[in-house]
């Protein structure tokens, strides 16, 4: 009996520990269970915010206005005041300045830049199946900060077992006692933007013209450019009729034989483009692309400076040199990006239109030019460099019947020939009509289209 009773004492030890055993990794394997979830909950939620970021890119760089309410997180920033003062800083600088608040995240309403200490981007995860005796109630809290280069900074916080079931911006999820948690870091690049340039004509050099010069938007409806007329170097012209009707934003205004020079805010604010490097200056009126980027996806490279065979669906055209048509009307044949890899240079009188973003190297004016939308120079604005033809020929645009000046056959031409008034060889000022009404909706949407990279290293999760 004796024998019996130790024999079933030792046994009940040895099924109690066994038991203890048990338990122990039971509560082991639900414990990296829950902790296995909780990291995967930071991760999805780390992935949804960059889809919802994702998607806000897309809605804020379409053409249609109406989807910027649309937004779940992310606004456009407001562009620069109604004066031209700061204008270099807000040249092209629209294409990637963006802020948090779409639903009252962030803490600065100025700036909007960083998630308020108390507010988070915050959702539940329902799991595939339940399983009896362990808390899947599994969701994740975002926080964010973004810089002015429009990188995001992402920490997103995974838990499980967690008590709030229906998070908001303020009472997130993942606040519950002793809930697993797991943490995620992520580092996001935006690319794509929603305007190109936020002036209605930039030249990267000097502008020389004898023209009318018009810088309205179309109607009441369109926004006004932060800056009508940037220059990097000097701006003389002749100008018949007022050469900025739109009175805010700050703009120069001409009055009949007058001639015009840039206020004093803009001259002392954008004299460094002038010294910009040709590439960068490009990259930054472009939406932070290259040239040879837009040659990828450009519906047409040209290299014979011609614009017949430019179709209604062409987006993108590239002139790989210079466009020589005699004439370039483009107005009815949709919204263009067109990049002039050299100058505008017809041979004769001829007239360039079109609806969209222009970009070239120089224009040699003698006609019309009229864009409803953009214009950016790389170079400068002024008349091709007369010279004598031989034999002499009927004077046009670009070649004069006398040239007092000649030396080698060429006459004088400087960027200050539109002080001394007409077009002649003594005064070889850019001549015709140039409209620019400033119109960026008419600029193709999403010729990149918009996306978010993770930034190399930035994946920190423990």
């Not at 009707?245 to 205004?253: E, K, R």
Request: charged share 15%; proline share 5%.
């Amino acid at each position: 009996m004796i024998v019996t009773v130790l024999l079933v004492l030792i046994s009940t030890i040895a099924v109690l520990y066994t038991n203890k055993n048990v338990i122990a990794a039971q509560k082991i394997a639900t414990n990296n269970y829950q902790n296995s979830k909780a990291a995967e909950a930071a991760e999805a939620g780390a992935q949804a915010f960059i889809a919802v970021l994702q998607n806000d890119l897309k809605l804020l760089s379409d053409a249609d206005s109406t989807n910027d309410s649309s937004t779940e997180v992310l606004k456009k920033r407001s562009p620069s005041a109604a004066t031209c003062a700061g204008a270099l800083s807000s040249l092209g600088a629209l294409a990637y300045e963006f802020k948090f608040g779409s639903s009252g995240y962030a803490s600065d309403a100025a700036t909007s830049s960083t998630f308020a200490a108390d507010r988070y981007f915050s959702k539940t995860i329902t799991p595939p199946e339940a399983i009896t005796g362990i808390a899947q109630g599994l969701a994740y809290r975002i926080r964010a900060s973004m810089n002015s280069s429009g990188e995001i900074s992402i920490q997103s916080e995974g838990c499980a077992d967690n008590a709030v079931t229906a998070p908001t911006i303020t009472v997130p999820a993942c606040t519950a006692s002793n809930s697993p948690l797991s943490l995620s870091k992520r580092t996001v690049n935006l690319s794509g933007g929603a305007f190109f340039t936020a002036s209605a004509l930039t030249v990267k050099g000097y502008m020389d013209a004898t023209t009318t010069f018009d810088t309205r938007k179309p109607t009441s409806l369109h926004p006004s450019p932060a800056c009508s007329i940037l220059t990097g170097d000097s701006f003389e012209m002749k100008a018949g009729v007022p050469l900025v009707t739109d009175t805010s934003p700050t703009g120069a205004v001409c009055t009949s034989s007058s001639t015009c020079t840039l206020p004093t805010d803009i001259a002392a604010n954008t004299a460094s483009i002038n010294t910009m490097n040709p590439d960068d200056y490009f990259k930054k009126i472009m939406g932070g692309k290259s040239l040879d980027e837009y040659k990828a996806v450009a519906d047409k490279v040209i290299t014979n400076g011609s614009c017949s065979g430019i179709q209604n669906s062409d987006k993108v055209i590239v002139f790989d040199g210079n466009l020589t048509d005699t004439s370039c009307n483009l107005m009815s044949k949709g919204d263009k990006i067109i990049i002039v890899n050299g100058a505008i240079k017809p041979p004769s009188s001829a007239d360039f239109k079109m609806n969209g973003l222009l970009f070239a190297k120089d224009v040699h004016q003698f006609g019309s030019v009229e864009v409803r939308g953009v214009v950016a120079l790389g170079g400068d604005w002024d008349a091709d460099t007369l010279y004598m033809p031989s034999p002499p020929a009927a004077a046009n645009t670009l070649r004069e019947l006398t040239c007092p000046a000649c030396t080698g056959g060429k006459a004088t031409n400087s960027k200050a020939n539109a002080k001394i008034g007409g077009h002649n060889a003594a005064a070889a000022a850019g001549q015709g009509a140039l409209t620019v009404n400033y119109d960026p909706s008419k600029i193709p949407p999403n010729v990149f289209p918009p996306s978010i990279s993770t930034k190399s290293g930035s994946w920190i999760d423990y």
